[in-house]
C-alpha cells in the first residue's frame, strides 16, 4: 500500500517576535490612535502598520488577578492570535486587553478577536465624515 504524498502542507501557524509588540514605543502609537472596540471579553486597540502581517501586543492588568490568572490569560491570548492569524485583516497593530477572566477560554477569545478586528478594519477603511458646512 503506498501513502498519499500530494496533500499540501498546513500553513505553519508559529507565533515569531515580528508578530509581537514588545515595546513601550510599540504600544504608544496604538493607544494614541485611539481606535478600539470591545465586547464583554476583549477589548482591543488597532492601529494600521503598513505590513503585509497583523502583530499584537497583550495587556493583562493586575485587577484581573494574581500572576497565574494573568499569565493563563496571555497564554490564551497568544493562542488565540497563533490559531486565527490568517484570518484576521492584514496590516494592523492590535493591543488586545483581556476584560473578563470569567468568560476566559480559547473559543471566546478567537471568536472576540475575529469579530473585533474586522470592525476595526472596516472602521480603519471607512474614510471620516466630511464637517458640515
Known amino acids: 500500500m503506498s501513502e498519499d504524498t500530494t496533500t499540501s502542507k498546513p500553513q505553519r501557524q508559529g507565533f515569531p517576535k515580528s508578530s509581537r509588540l514588545l ?3 510599540d504600544f504608544e502609537p496604538v493607544y494614541r490612535f485611539r481606535c478600539k472596540a470591545g465586547d464583554g471579553t476583549l477589548l482591543v486597540f488597532a492601529l494600521p502598520n503598513h505590513r503585509t502581517s497583523t502583530r499584537i501586543g497583550l495587556s493583562v492588568s493586575k485587577k484581573l488577578g494574581n ?3 494573568r499569565n493563563r490569560l496571555k497564554r490564551l491570548l497568544r493562542e488565540a492570535f ?4 490568517f484570518d ?13 477572566v470569567d468568560k476566559a477560554s480559547l ?10 478586528s474586522w470592525k476595526l478594519d472596516r472602521r480603519l477603511q471607512t474614510p471620516p465624515p466630511e464637517p458640515a458646512t
Open 23 to 25: 515595546t513601550r514605543a
Open 67 to 69: 500572576a497565574v490568572v
Open 82 to 85: 497563533r490559531l486565527t492569524q
Open 88 to 100: 484576521l485583516p492584514t496590516g494592523l497593530d492590535l493591543v488586545l486587553i483581556p476584560t473578563a
Open 107 to 116: 473559543v471566546s477569545y478567537q471568536q472576540s478577536l475575529k469579530r473585533l
